[in-house]
């Protein structure tokens, strides 16, 4: 997953940066303040969570600097960063050395969304060299992703990710379906399983399975097993007369739907990263609402797929 760190402001990269540094050095990290030189830092102060281990973690006074850049191909190895004498990383030098001098500095982290790259390790040696201080880290997109996987509500509070894909259209607020068609049913029926093990799947769902790399185990499990035995009883409830303005929220729906998965697919990888999103994206929308009813969200979503208005069939 790339997060496109580039396509964030200056200041949203450095709070991001503040809270990731939260998980692993500590919530005491305090927020980027204007400094001296008119540069951002973070700070932290204490024994750090998980960094850069969990077994031998550093301590003392952190400093903490984010350096952004919106080129997406930009890496460590670039000459603005380091390489030269009006370089990021020469300028940080002078920076250190009066930290040192005040005993303000234990510890030195750096954070790009450059690539990661040998020079990063050079930089790293270059700064100690020059400096004296031991504890020295310049960290990249490569990491900071690593990270962002780990803390997936990190991604999920700035936006990127997959949690950047505007998917869900509020004015067609399939949330009102959902609730409507749950209130059509007298009880929830027992959930049953499927034992025709030659009726599992038809070829045309093969193809379209593998059309949109929705994996069979997801295929088989979670929509033939869990969702398909309700799917005649949402059939009825659109198809009801009554309940023409829920089918038109549903329909509007699937097609915004269908629209938006097909321009951002390639962000996703497999099709069930899509139900997940989708999921969470109305799930968190509408907590209370929801909060009885959240699997027929997944029924729905599967309704959708199974007869083809969203997903390709080609």
């Known amino acids: 997953m790339d ?21 692993v050095l500590g919530t005491a990290t305090v927020a980027f303040t204007k400094g001296r030189d008119g540069g951002r830092d ?3 102060t204490g024994k750090a969570n998980n960094y850069p281990s969990l077994s ?7 400093i903490i600097q984010a350096k952004h850049t919106n ?8 000459n603005p960063f380091f390489g030269n004498k009006t370089s990021i990383i020469n300028g940080e030098i002078a920076n250190i050395k009066a ?18 790259t040998e020079s990063r390790e050079k930089a790293v040696q270059y700064i100690q060299a020059e400096t004296g201080l031991k504890n020295v880290d310049i960290k990249g997109k490569d990491t900071i992703h690593t990270w962002l996987r780990q803390y997936d509500d990190v991604a999920k509070t700035f936006k990127i990710g997959l949690y950047a894909l ?4 509020t004015e067609f607020d399939i949330k009102d379906t959902i609730l409507a068609f749950s209130n059509s049913i007298n009880a929830i029926r027992r959930i049953a399983i499927l034992t025709d093990e030659n009726a599992i799947i038809n070829i045309s769902k093969v193809r379209k399975n593998e059309i949109n790399n929705l994996s069979t185990e997801y295929y088989e499990n979670q929509i033939r097993r869990k969702s398909q035995q309700y799917f005649e009883d949402i059939d009825e409830f659109l198809s009801n007369f009554n309940n023409q ?11 915004e739907m269908s629209n938006k998965i097909e321009i951002k697919r390639s962000t996703f990888g497999k099709f069930e990263e899509i139900f997940m999103y989708l999921y969470d994206t109305i799930f968190d929308a509408n907590q ?13 979503l599967h309704h959708l797929y199974f007869n083809c208005h969203i997903g390709r069939t080609l």
């Open 166 to 169: 505007p998917l869900v259209i």
């Open 56 to 62: 031998e973690p550093w301590s003392g006074k952190f």
């Open 288 to 300: 209370i609402e929801l909060k009885q009813d959240r699997r027929l969200i997944w029924i729905f």
């Open 99 to 116: 930290l040192i001098e005040n005993g303000e500095v234990d510890n030195y982290l750096i954070f790009t969304n450059r690539k990661e």
């Open 42 to 44: 973070g700070r932290f």
């Open 245 to 255: 303005e829920y089918a038109k929220i549903y329909y509007n729906f699937a097609e």
């Open 3 to 23: 997060y496109r760190l580039e396509n964030l402001s200056e200041d949203d990269f450095e709070e991001l940066v503040n809270v990731l540094c939260q998980k």
């Open 71 to 78: 080129d997406y191909q930009a890496s460590c190895s670039d």
